[in-house]
């Protein structure tokens, strides 16, 4: 009878303490972004404490690197460059939103004007109002204009993803810039470039538009070591 209960102590002792989680497993530059199920996810199973997938791209990156091709699920990055994946991952703890002011949602931006922001003097993407500001949730912001207008892009660099992979941004383009810059330009009505093109800044990249939204607009992220950055003084 002791024996039993020992077995029976063991197996319930070993289930507790087993615990698995699924992480999306990244697509890393070199993957074709026509798969329209790209990444499936993997579970994994480890001891402890579940870690959270990797969110970090790789500040060596150079952009002289022309061999990168991704497919995007999810605008994200990782040390072996841009990584993009089609996995759920769980919301983040809310966090309130910076009050922005009617002066800021207000601004009106003006295509190829250069602003220095973190050691670089980028050039604004295109010309409209910003009419959603950054936060938190947001990552970026959206700037109203007209449909067809040029997108440029916003410094030198080599096109990492060209495509429509991602659900909710509709045509995007992203460029990898040095010093793990990375910009991501959204809802494009056409993208002009395609992967592993070098571009400079101020070169046309894309036509405005309003592919996944509700008006033209383009959605501007820029990141840096795989971290968004509020880029609003881009706009100004």
Not at 175 to 195: D, F, M, P, R, W
Request: charge should be positive; proline fraction near 7%; hydrophobic fraction near 35%.
């Amino acid at each position: 009878m002791k024996k039993l209960y020992l077995i029976l102590a063991t197996t319930l002792f070993l289930g507790a303490c087993a615990t698995t989680r699924t992480s999306p497993a990244p697509i890393v530059n070199g993957t074709n972004p026509q798969a329209t199920n790209p990444i499936a996810a993997t579970p994994v199973a480890s001891s402890g404490a579940p870690k959270s997938a990797p969110a970090a791209v790789d500040s060596s990156s150079n952009v002289g690197d022309t061999s990168s091709s991704t497919t995007v699920s999810k605008v994200t990055d990782d040390e072996d460059g841009t990584v993009v994946s089609n996995s759920t991952t769980p919301p983040a703890k809310a966090t309130a939103a910076k009050p922005v002011t009617a002066a800021v949602v207000a601004e009106t931006a003006t295509a190829g004007t250069a602003v220095a922001l973190g050691g670089i003097n980028w050039a604004t993407p295109t010309s409209g109002k910003i009419v959603q500001p950054y936060t938190v949730a947001s990552k970026g912001v959206d700037v109203l204009g007209k449909e067809g207008q040029s997108v440029v892009a916003a410094y030198d660099g080599t096109v990492a993803y060209s495509g429509n992979g991602l659900k909710g941004y509709g045509n995007l383009v992203i460029i990898k810039h040095n010093n793990g810059y990375l910009t991501a330009y959204s809802h494009n009505k056409l993208n002009v470039v395609k992967e592993g093109d070098k571009v400079k800044r101020g070169q046309k990249i894309a036509e405005l538009g309003k592919t996944e939204s509700d008006r033209p607009l383009l959605h501007f992220e820029l990141r840096k070591n795989g971290k968004p950055m509020d880029p609003t003084p881009i706009f100004k």
